[in-house]
T-cell receptor
């Protein structure tokens, strides 16, 4: 069993819809949770960063962590065609700059104009 | 904006040949990572450097892969001989970590564009 599980999709939604992306994890030592966005043939770029349980909002994006159920979510409001990409969840035990990240498999998202 | 540089962007090689990838991290970043991302999967760590020292190479297939960061700045990842199963995207990332051991809150890893390798 992988430490971080993520539905690979693909997921297609119409422009303007709310998108929900999810991951589950098994290691209770994970404290820091990230969402990366990866466009085709590019490296991942950090989208959201949260610590422990709770919500964090940044513009149209909201990251949610529920440590009791080991569940991570990313919500995208008013989705745009430019949001079409692969979204990777990632976790780490600490926030030290040299901490290894454990990634999910990524969910491929397409926003249909 | 500072970026992680990687070259080449694409590499096609035949099995049993040697290949090498280069990474130049963001200036001042002490920690450098090499990840491998197989199509349809998330990145998996191959090797991690703190300055010029390897701190984690537990997932590096050492019979064919080698990595170095001689001066603690740029890094090279080599595969010899390449196998069909090595076809993947090889990603380099860097992050800042205080050389005096100081903790820097919410530091993150910045990824380069990757090198896409195809072994025929």
């Amino acid at each position: 069993q992988k430490e971080v599980e993520q539905d690979p999709g693909p997921l297609s939604v119409p422009e303007g819809a709310i998108v929900s992306l999810n991951c589950t994890y098994s290691n209770s030592a994970f404290q820091y949770f990230m969402w990366y966005r990866q466009y085709s043939r590019k490296g991942p770029e950090l989208l959201m960063y949260t610590y422990s349980s709770g919500n964090k909002e940044d513009g149209r994006f909201t990251a949610q962590v529920d440590k009791s159920s080991k569940y991570i979510s990313l919500f995208i409001r008013d989705s745009q065609p430019s949001d079409s990409a692969t979204y990777l969840c990632a976790t780490s035990v600490s926030n030290f700059g040299n901490e290894k990240l454990t990634f999910g498999t990524g969910t491929r998202l397409t926003i249909i104009p | 904006e500072a970026e992680v540089a990687q070259s080449p962007r694409y590499k096609i090689t035949e099995k049993s040949q040697a290949v090498a990838f280069w990474c130049d991290p963001i200036s001042g970043h002490a920690t450098l990572y090499w990840y491998r991302q197989i199509l349809g999967q998330g990145p998996e760590l191959l090797v991690q450097f703190q300055d010029e020292s390897v701190v984690d190479d537990s997932q590096l297939p050492k019979d064919r892969f080698s990595a170095e960061r001689l001066k603690g700045v740029d890094s090279t990842l080599k595969i010899q001989p390449a196998e069909l199963g090595d076809s993947a995207m090889y990603l380099c990332a860097s992050s800042h970590f205080g050389r005096d051991g100081s903790k820097i809150d919410q530091e993150t890893q910045y990824f380069g564009p990757g090198t896409r390798l195809l072994v025929l």
